[in-house]
């Protein structure tokens, strides 16, 4: 090094990271690196709580005394009885773990017990379907009913019809189309509408070994793709405020969802369309894309920090399946 030079200046002239000076310099050369580092959310920490008081921090919060109020009020209200044996954070990190943050009263989840959470997973299409029904303004004040079932993998349209009413006939029409033109997915979900639960529907799909999986009710992100969808038709710049009738409302609707299943490039497909998702041709666009990208960095290799890769197409998409560990399809049947 030389003279007078600051260890910062020395190390910005010879390119090296100043962490790397110190851990290679005579003082720190006792240093070896861990060839298999535990991640420091699986150490072990002294000062965490023990299952007993973690068991104690829940039992406050299924309190129904404390039902009505908010976490906050909930952890000042029995800390001040001496019930709670930890700090306002914890209290709060625990009461997310257990996904009790938002409403715990009994009253507003049928009689005392609450819906579980939905989940299910799909690894290819044709597994899971989601499906839902949606209002479209007619003239005055007519409503049309737009019936519409996904494949949630590819978010391929699967089935769809718009009519005057929600009916169930209808309905179990519609999927006996879908079945013989797809074949049938091993779970259904959707919403808590009266034609999602009626008796015919449920036995249509019990006929055709379907399992058929229900959102929570007030819980719209137990059904998000379906959400998405009506919310992507409704902002389109091309959908009219109000359609004349409702052929006009159908023939509109044919041609969107044509372009959206051929056209449009969906941001969670890696931007692929539902289409080539759908029918497995997106395996062999996403090579073409890597190899326009090889292509381009030969080219212009300057122009990049690494070599380019095309996004990958996602491998497993479901309903909630982030709270879902190690589990498929399979397991849910």
Same mark, same amino acid.
């Not at 909630?320 to 849910?332: A, D, G």
């Given at each position: 090094?030389?003279?007078?030079?600051?260890?910062?200046?020395?190390?910005?002239?010879?390119?090296?990271?100043?962490?790397?000076f110190y851990r290679l310099s005579r003082r720190y050369r006792h240093y070896t690196p861990v060839a298999d580092p535990i991640p420091q959310r699986a150490r072990p920490q002294p000062a965490a709580l023990?299952?007993?008081?973690?068991?104690?921090?829940?039992?406050?919060?299924?309190?129904?005394?404390?039902?009505?109020?908010?976490?906050?009020?909930?952890?000042?209200?029995?800390?001040?009885?001496?019930?709670?044996?930890?700090?306002?954070?914890?209290?709060?990190?625990?009461?997310?773990?257990?996904?009790?943050?938002?409403?715990?009263?009994?009253?507003?989840?049928?009689?005392?017990?609450?819906?579980?959470?939905?989940?299910?997973? @799909? %690894? &290819?299409?044709?597994?899971?379907? +989601?499906?839902? !029904?949606?209002?479209?303004?007619?003239? =005055?004040?007519? $409503?049309?009913?737009?019936?519409?079932?996904?494949?949630?993998?590819?978010?391929?349209?699967?089935?769809?019809?718009?009519?005057?009413?929600?009916?169930?006939?209808?309905?179990?029409?519609?999927? @006996? %189309? &879908?079945?013989?033109?797809?074949? +049938?997915?091993? !779970?259904?979900?959707?919403?808590?509408? =009266?034609?999602? $639960?009626?008796?015919?529907?449920?036995?249509?799909?019990?006929?055709?070994?379907?399992?058929?999986?229900?959102?929570?009710?007030?819980?719209?992100?137990?059904?998000?793709?379906?959400?998405?969808?009506?919310?992507?038709?409704?902002?389109?710049?091309?959908?009219?405020?109000?359609?004349?009738?409702?052929?006009?409302?159908?023939?509109?609707?044919?041609?969107?969802?044509?372009?959206?299943?051929?056209?449009?490039?969906?941001?969670?497909?890696?931007?692929?369309?539902?289409?080539?998702?759908?029918?497995?041709?997106?395996?062999?666009?996403?090579?073409h894309r890597q190899t326009l990208l090889n292509r381009i960095y030969l080219a212009h290799p300057q122009r990049f920090r690494r070599p380019p890769r095309a996004p990958e197409i996602p491998t497993i998409?479901?309903?909630?399946?982030?709270?879902?560990?190690?589990?498929?399809?399979?397991?849910?049947?």
């Open positions: 090094m030389t003279a007078g030079m600051t260890v910062a200046a020395a190390c910005a002239w010879a390119g090296l990271a100043r962490a790397s023990s299952s007993g008081e973690r068991a104690q921090v829940c039992a406050v919060l299924e309190d129904e005394q404390y039902a009505d109020l908010s976490v906050c009020q909930t952890y000042w209200r029995a800390f001040d009885a001496g019930r709670v044996p930890c700090s306002q954070s914890s209290f709060y990190r625990i009461a997310k773990a257990e996904q009790m943050t938002g409403d715990r009263r009994r009253g507003r989840h049928g009689g005392g017990t609450s819906r579980s959470v939905p989940k299910a997973v @799909a %690894t &290819a299409p044709g597994q899971l379907w +989601s499906w839902d !029904v949606t209002e479209l303004k007619g003239p =005055a004040r007519q $409503r049309y009913k737009l019936y519409l079932v996904i494949d949630v993998f590819s978010r391929y349209p699967v089935g769809w019809r718009i009519e005057h009413r929600e009916d169930t006939a209808m309905a179990v029409d519609m999927f @006996a %189309t &879908a079945f013989t033109r797809y074949g +049938s997915p091993q !779970v259904l979900h959707a919403d808590n509408g =009266a034609i999602m $639960r009626s008796r015919d529907l449920l036995n249509a799909l019990q006929a055709a070994q379907i399992q058929a999986s229900f959102s929570r009710p007030r819980v719209s992100d137990d059904n998000p793709f379906s959400e998405s969808l009506f919310k992507t038709i409704k902002y389109d710049l091309a959908c009219p405020e109000r359609f004349d009738n409702i052929d006009h409302a159908r023939a509109w609707t044919a041609i969107f969802l044509a372009n959206y299943a051929d056209e449009h490039r969906h941001s969670g497909l890696a931007w692929h369309t539902p289409g080539s998702v759908f029918d497995g041709t997106a395996t062999q666009q996403r090579q998409v479901g309903i909630n399946h982030r709270r879902t560990t190690n589990q498929v399809l399979s397991q849910t049947g």
